[in-house]
């Protein structure tokens, strides 16, 4: 293989509005180049879990090497680095653009310049990108460039520098590959300096261990050597480095500018986190790159086996996806309720949901999620300082002194028009009111200080609703703050049930004790006895429903002789059965302990 | 030589009422003859097959009384010329008022059907309407009279409650009535509305207000208390009989025991495997004029199936379970494959188990849904 000039390396990122077209333009740049021939392209290739598949998003940040001959006839090596696109992954979309020198920015003709691309424009400027214009989706019927220039305009761009693209068509394809070649600059950084690659992404294999991605800032890395992580301390021998063409590809070496792997059998990402310093572990580097930030997580929840049983299937499971997550934690609990579990924290919901799924589909586990919590401080009578993740063990009310809660700084940016709306989602979730700043004729900055707790009960979804999706959201932890809490608890049947206890603010527990009991009544199905739902703070009753008993349920057509009919009807009974959880003498389904989740709509 | 129930589907009628979803159809005579014809074809391909004893009839639709009373009896003739058949068999057609008047009845006595199953519905003519039936009541007294009068001495009526709107006055009545004329059995199923049918879409459009649990209830425990009242015995979840008038047929159900069908669409327990035949006509009759057995599928029965389903059909039977023949069956104790679930459902007082037999209590009959899904092993 020809060394590579480092003048003739192109790093970039493709950052867009969900729907925008994202992954389909990535798969033409990758046929295009010829780095996967027509025959192997699957769609969104990049997005390798079928739950990115599914769902439309990337979760994992992937890296790909393109080999390109521009029009000047030079042979370049373009790196295109795709991000994963949730503000749970703010954190990992950061990083992933400092790996870059250049971003495509993709707007949807039809649909135009959104909340979202502005945010997006943001976080490229943060960190010095080169920016591209493209107007996708050129083909569709609605599409309306013209307009979508005018829109540039407005956030600052020059119109002129757009490039009209169908990435279903495949039209602009050529176009936009001269341009990242011409537009976005060449990596500085020193091939003689000690090494100095930042970590972009991590992921666990099980036979070579993790692989990091990394761009390489200074210096080369190669097969053989000693690595240090800068911030965990670690040091490794590199057992082998290579490029993403798009299946990892070994090399001999990779040196300053260029983007690639590496494995070292490091045992666990905790190892080797997003946003470390790699370097050499003879000849270091001086300073770590900045930006570096440890995974913490931020929300919690109780995950338990439907089947008790499955208790040793679900550790091994969670070990291994914290072995691929430095930001997964979990630790045994129980519930009298639920019986044995763990207690798992996350970045996010989002996060929680994706890991819930994974377990579920992966492992082939039934659980049950607990309604998502964050960590309160308790300062209890006696001096004793608690921190509790899981509402259940809250000490009676007598035994403490105060309570605080971790709040965060959270900032959207959303049209004029639909600030009324967030403002007053912002106070319902107990708010306060920081800043609002508009950032041109249109667009404005709201800056909210909002207990994490209520970020966590769905407050992105809500605010997406309530903005049409125009709102995009960001948050950062901003400390303890102390908050008149109180434990409400939950009793099925005359029975506390501490899986759906929670802890909410005083002035809410009235509203939200009546509503949760009104959902769970919708959640929980008749029973062959009656069954009374109740919310109390202590021993106090505030809220009250019932669910009248079922008392007739029989089949009574005779459907001839077909068997199977009625046969069909048993297992589907017997299958919504299986995935509740006998909790006391009631049968609970396994989304009623999420229907915290779900009041307030 | 094995023996078999014989179910026969004729799938035509005047016209669909609003809650049905079997296979029927309004048709041609031409249609029909050809049917008629491919049904003879379909004896001799099952005579071949199974060699079998038949040891009940049904004939079922469908209306299979807007059939001429000598093609019923072509059907039966050629059945008598090909299966060897149980002495005293038990032959049932179910017959719809405004479909039959003396002649056929007639003939359909001499064909050597023994049993009429009338499907009577209601006797209130507000409700025919509604569910779209095409006689009124009057008609249905009247043709059960004149199937009296030609010496027919066992007759069962089907009645349907909780109907859009019913009443339980309403259905009061319609039981009185019945027990009025004196039919040897009944069968009363509550309207289930069933997708695919004239109610299921008036339902999603909210035109039709289902009945509420409650009333349904009530109507069910009116039936029981109705009937029993005027010497009628409950045998099975739906089934009331007189002293000895229990059907064979619908017994061959509920014990399991094998059954051959004929007929499109038709279902049948061959003591193997279950299976149907083609639902659609032009299927159901190539198949057959191309000398095939017309069956879509077919599936060999697991032992687990075996279990199950003589669980879930036996405790339909009042009298529920023999454990010795359950034993007898499977080689094994109920005990040892269904301990967990008798201990729980007799705790909760649904199941009873008393000298050899299994049996649901009459709670355990009102949530049978509860329990029966219960003994399903997968």
């Known amino acids: ?601 | 030589m094995k023996e078999f129930g014989l179910y026969i589907h004729i799938p035509f009628c005047v016209s669909k009422c609003y809650y049905c979803d079997f296979n029927s159809f309004a048709a041609k005579e031409s249609l029909k003859n050809r049917y008629l014809a491919a049904l003879s074809q379909e004896i001799k391909l099952l005579a071949e097959k199974y060699s079998p004893k038949i040891k009940s009839i049904f004939i079922g639709g469908g209306t299979p009384t807007i059939l001429k009373g000598n093609q019923i009896a072509k059907i039966l003739d050629k059945c008598y010329q090909s299966f060897a058949i149980k002495e005293d068999i038990e032959i049932t057609i179910e017959a719809n008022p405004g479909t039959v008047d003396k002649e056929k009845l007639s003939l359909i006595k001499e064909s050597g059907v023994n049993r009429l199953s009338f499907g009577i519905q209601s006797f209130s003519d507000k409700m025919l309407r509604k569910i779209g039936r095409i006689h009124t009541a009057q008609e249905a007294i009247d043709n059960y009279h004149l199937a009296r009068e030609v010496g027919f001495n066992n007759i069962s009526f089907d009645l349907i409650f909780a109907l859009p709107d019913q009443s339980l006055e309403d259905w009061q009545n319609t039981l009185l009535q019945a027990c009025k004329l004196k039919p040897n059995h009944l069968s009363t199923y509550n309207l289930k509305i069933e997708e695919g049918t004239p109610f299921y879409q008036m339902l999603s459009k909210g035109e039709l207000i289902p009945t509420s649990e409650e009333l349904d209830l009530k109507m069910y425990n009116l039936t029981k208390d109705v009937l029993e009242s005027k010497g009628y015995q409950q045998y099975e979840i739906s089934n009331f009989a007189q002293k000895d008038y229990d059907s064979e047929h619908n017994q061959i159900y509920w014990k399991n025991e094998p059954y051959l069908s004929l007929g499109a669409g038709a279902h049948f327990y061959d003591g193997v495997g279950r299976g149907y035949n083609y639902s659609a006509l032009e299927e159901y009759c190539q198949s057959i004029e191309e000398g095939r057995l017309p069956v879509e599928n077919y599936q060999s029965l697991t032992r687990e199936d075996e279990l199950e389903e003589t669980m879930m059909l036996g405790l339909r039977l009042i009298k529920g379970i023999s454990l010795k023949e359950f034993e007898k069956r499977f080689g094994l104790s109920i005990y040892d494959i269904y301990n967990e679930e008798i201990n729980k459902f007799s705790k909760q007082n649904l199941i009873t188990i008393t000298n050899d037999r299994l049996a649901l209590t009459w709670q355990g009959i009102l949530l049978a849904n509860q329990v029966l899904a219960e003994f399903m092993l997968t």
């Open chain 1, 1 to 601: 293989m020809a060394k590579i000039n480092q003048n003739n390396i192109r790093n970039f990122c493709i950052i867009a509005h969900i729907d925008h077209g994202k992954s389909t333009l990535a798969d033409r740049l990758l046929e295009f180049t010829g780095t996967i021939s027509e025959r192997e392209m699957e769609e969104q290739l990049l997005d390798t879990m079928d739950l990115e598949r599914e769902r439309g998003i990337t979760i994992k940040a992937q890296a790909v090497r393109m080999a390109y001959q521009a029009k000047d006839g030079n042979d370049y090596t373009l790196n295109l680095i795709d991000t994963p696109g949730h503000v749970d992954f703010s954190y990992e979309v950061s990083r992933s653009l400092a790996a870059c020198e250049g971003a495509l920015l993709v707007i949807d003709a039809a649909q135009g310049v959104e909340a979202q691309t502005l945010a997006n424009i943001y976080i490229a400027l943060e960190n010095d990108l080169e920016i591209i214009p493209v107007i996708n989706k050129i083909d569709l019927p609605s599409a309306n460039p013209d307009r979508v220039k005018e829109e540039l305009i407005d956030i600052g761009l020059d119109p002129d520098d757009a490039i009209l693209t169908s990435a279903k068509e495949g039209i602009g394809i050529e176009e936009l590959l001269e341009r990242v070649v011409k537009q976005v600059p060449p990596p500085s950084g020193d091939k003689d300096k000690p090494l100095k690659a930042l970590i972009f992404d991590s992921l666990y294999d099980p036979y070579r261990g993790v692989i990091c991605y990394y761009r390489v800032i200074d210096g080369t890395i190669k097969k053989g050597m000693k690595v240090k992580m800068m911030a965990t301390k670690k040091i490794f021998e590199v057992d082998e480095v290579g490029t993403f063409r798009p299946k990892m590809k070994a090399s001999k070496e990779i040196s300053a500018g260029e983007v690639g792997y590496m494995a070292a059998s490091i045992k666990n990402v905790k190892n080797a986190q997003v946003g470390d310093t790699i370097t050499d572990a003879e000849n270091p580097t001086d300073k770590p790159l900045s930006g570096y930030q440890p995974a913490k997580p931020m929300v919690f929840c109780g995950m338990y086996p439907v089947d008790g049983k499955d208790y040793d299937v679900l550790r091994d499971a969670l070990e291994k996806l914290q072995l691929n997550d430095a930001s997964l934690t979990f630790e045994p609990e129980t519930s009298e309720a639920l019986g044995f579990g763990y207690r798992c924290g996350f970045l996010g919901l989002l996060h929680m949901e994706i890991m819930q799924e994974r377990l579920e589909r992966e492992y082939r586990l039934d659980l049950i999620t607990t309604a998502p919590s964050v960590i309160y401080n308790v300062y209890k009578t006696d001096g004793e300082v608690l921190q509790i993740e899981n509402p259940a063990n809250m000490p009676d009310a007598q035994e403490i002194d105060k309570i605080e809660e971790p709040v965060v700084e959270a900032k959207i940016l959303l049209p004029d028009e639909h600030v009324g709306a967030a403002m007053e989602l912002c106070q319902g979730k107990r708010g306060q009111f920081k800043n609002m700043e508009y950032l041109d004729e249109v667009r404005v900055r709201l800056t909210y200080d909002i207990p994490l707790s209520e970020i966590v009960l769905d407050f992105f979804d809500k605010l997406k609703s309530r903005t049409r999706g125009y709102a995009t959201f960001d948050y950062e932890f901003n400390g303890y703050q102390e908050a008149d809490l109180v434990k409400l608890n939950i009793l099925v049947n005359e029975e506390p049930v501490d899986a759906l206890s929670c802890i909410v603010h005083r002035d809410f527990a009235y509203d939200v004790g009546k509503e949760l009991t009104k959902k769970l009544k919708e959640f929980i199905p008749q029973q062959m006895f009656k069954v009374p739902i109740q919310a109390a703070i202590g021993h106090k009753i505030v809220a009250r429903q019932t669910i009248s008993a079922r008392r007739k349920d029989v089949l009574q057509k005779c459907y001839g002789g077909d068997v199977s009919r009625k046969k069909k009807l048993l297992k589907k009974q017997k299958e919504g059965k299986k995935r509740m959880k006998q909790v006391g003498s009631v049968e609970i389904p396994q989304d009623a302990f999420m229907a915290v989740l779900e009041i307030g709509d």
